[in-house]
C-alpha cells in the first residue's frame, strides 16, 4: 500500500505539517510505505494553459513534474491533501501542483483514457483554518474533491479543523490523535482485507503491466493487483504504453517497481503470484500459490509485436479468471 501525502503549507512545523505527518504515521502503522511531497521545495511551475494535455495526453512544460509529481501520484493507493484555508481555498503552492494535474484530466476526459487503477484509489483531505464559519472549508473541499476526480481518485473523506491559526495551535486537541487513527483504519482496512494477486515478469514489465492492467480493469477494484518487474524500471515502455492506450487503458506514467520493491510493501505475501514469460528464471517464493505463464517474447521489440503480446495477454486474463 502506497500513501502519498501532497503537503500544501509553505510553513515548516505548521500545522498541515503536523496533520499530514500524524496522519502518514497512521497509515504506517498499518503497514503501509508512505511519502511526502511539498509543491513549495519543487521546480514546478503553473499550468500555461497551453492544452497539449487536451490534444496529446502530455504537459509540455519541462519541470520537475514529470519525475517528482505524476509518476508519484500514479503510484499511490491513497492520496492525502493536505493543505491549510488560504482566502478559503487551498494554498497557491498546492494549486500549482493541483492544475498541473490537469493533464491527467485531459487523459481522463478528453482523451477518454482510463486509469485502471482508478478503481481503487483513494482520496483524502486534511486542512485547517484560522477562522470558525460555517462554510470556511467550501472551497477546500470543492477543489479536493475536483483535483481526486483527475487524479481518478475517490474522494474518502477529510478531516478539518477550524480555529487553528498559529504554528503548532492543532497539536493540543484532544480529539486528533483519535480522529487521525479512525480516518487511517477506515481508508486502509477495506484495501488490505482484499485478495491480492501479484504479476511479475522480466525487465520493464511490459506482460506483468498489460496482465494487471487487464484484470484491474475486470475486477473494478474488487481484487488488490500489483505488478513487478525482476527489477525495477526507469521509465513505462511507450510503445507499451501506446498499444494499451488503444485499449483505452492509460498505463503512461505508471513506473513498475521491482519485485523486492513490491513485496516489501505489503503486509502479507499475496494470494497468487503469477510469473508470465520467465520459464526457467522464476525465483523461489514463500507464496502458497506461484504459477508461470509461458509466453513468448519477440525477439525484435515492435508496435506489431506489442499488439500480438496485448492481445495474447488480454486473451489470457478473460480466460483464467472468468469466473470474477
Ligand atoms: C495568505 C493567507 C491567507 C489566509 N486565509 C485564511 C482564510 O481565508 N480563512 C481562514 O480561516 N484562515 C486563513 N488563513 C490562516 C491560516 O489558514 C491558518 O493560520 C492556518 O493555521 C495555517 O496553517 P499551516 O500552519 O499549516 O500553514 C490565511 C493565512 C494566510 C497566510
Known amino acids: ?75 499511490a493507493d491513497v492520496v492525502v491533501l493536505a493543505s491549510p484555508v488560504f482566502f478559503y481555498n487551498v494554498t497557491a503552492q498546492a494549486k500549482v501542483f493541483i492544475d498541473r494535474c490537469q493533464m491527467f484530466w485531459g487523459r481522463k476526459y478528453k482523451l477518454r483514457l482510463k486509469d485502471p487503477d482508478g478503481y481503487s484509489r483513494q482520496g483524502f483531505l486534511l486542512s485547517v483554518g484560522a477562522s470558525g464559519g460555517k462554510r470556511l472549508f467550501e472551497g477546500v473541499e470543492l477543489t479536493a474533491k475536483y483535483f481526486f476526480d ?7 473523506g477529510s478531516l478539518t ?12 486537541r484532544p480529539e486528533l490523535a483519535e480522529q487521525i487513527q479512525d480516518a487511517a483504519k477506515h481508508l486502509l482496512t477495506p484495501m488490505l482485507m482484499k485478495k491480492s494477486i501479484l504479476f511479475v ?8 503491466q498489460m496482465a494487471a492492467a487487464f484484470l484491474k480493469d475486470a475486477v473494478k477494484g474488487r481484487m488488490l493487483v500489483l505488478t513487478a518487474g525482476m527489477d525495477a524500471a526507469k521509465a513505462v515502455d511507450p ?9 483505452n487503458l492509460d498505463l503512461k506514467y505508471r513506473v513498475p517497481q521491482s519485485l523486492d520493491g ?9 494470494h497468487r503470484v503469477i510469473f508470465i514469460g520467465l520459464k526457467d ?26 499488439r500480438t503480446l496485448r492481445d495474447e495477454i488480454e486473451l489470457r486474463v478473460k480466460t483464467e479468471f472468468s469466473r470474477l
Open 239 to 247: 510503445d507499451m504504453a501506446r498499444v494499451m492506450a488503444e485499449k
Open 262 to 270: 513490491v513485496l516489501a510493501g505489503m503486509d502479507k505475501d499475496p
Open 150 to 156: 483527475a487524479i481518478s481518485a475517490d474522494y474518502a
Open 1 to 75: 500500500m502506497f500513501v502519498l501525502g501532497i503537503q500544501g503549507s509553505p510553513r515548516k512545523n505548521g500545522n498541515c505539517d503536523h496533520l499530514l505527518t500524524l496522519f502518514l504515521k497512521a497509515c504506517e502503522s498499518h503497514g503501509a510505505i508512505t511519502r511526502v511531497i511539498h509543491p513549495e521545495k519543487l521546480d514546478v511551475g503553473p499550468c500555461r494553459e497551453l492544452l497539449v494535455c487536451e490534444k496529446k495526453g502530455v504537459c509540455p512544460i519541462r519541470d520537475e513534474m514529470e519525475k517528482k509529481g505524476y509518476s508519484l501520484v500514479k503510484k
Open 281 to 306: 528464471t522464476t525465483p523461489d517464493l514463500s507464496c502458497a500459490n506461484v504459477e508461470t505463464w509461458d509466453i513468448v517474447t519477440p525477439q525484435i521489440p515492435s508496435l506489431e509485436a506489442f
Open 161 to 172: 479543523y477550524r480555529n487553528v491559526e498559529d504554528a503548532g495551535d492543532i497539536l493540543p
Open 201 to 208: 515478469s522480466n525487465k520493464d514489465a511490459c506482460l506483468s
